[in-house]
């Protein structure tokens, strides 16, 4: 669990990325789960947009996928969502104190 200075300090961080993931209508399969544990495996820090129905429908898929890559949503605005898996192989990003 992030605590707000961690949660605001990888906001300040995955402000200038691009989103890496894409999610469409098709909605989650097991190919877009596996290319966003690749991506969090590498990165860390990887911003999704997903294209998908309403708020509702929006906030459930990306909830779904955060739980299948054993992830954590630091921000959502909108269609974009910013997630957080650290790499205890490679760590890439040192977060500060909770």
């Known amino acids: ?17 691009n989103p890496v993931v894409l999610i469409g ?3 989650l399969g097991p190919n877009l789960v ?10 860390e820090l990887v911003k999704v947009r997903a294209r998908v129905g309403d708020r509702k429908a929006r906030d459930g898929l990306l909830a779904e996928l955060a739980a299948s890559t ?3 949503i630091v921000q959502r605005i909108g269609h974009v969502a ?4 650290a790499n205890p192989e490679q760590t890439k990003i040192l977060l500060p104190d909770a």
């Open 1 to 17: 669990m992030l605590s707000d200075a961690q949660r605001k300090y990888l906001r300040r961080l995955g402000h200038d990325l």
């Open 25 to 27: 209508n098709a909605g």
């Open 34 to 43: 596996a290319e966003m544990d690749g991506a969090l495996a590498h990165h």
């Open 70 to 72: 054993r992830a954590e």
């Open 82 to 85: 910013l997630f957080y898996r």
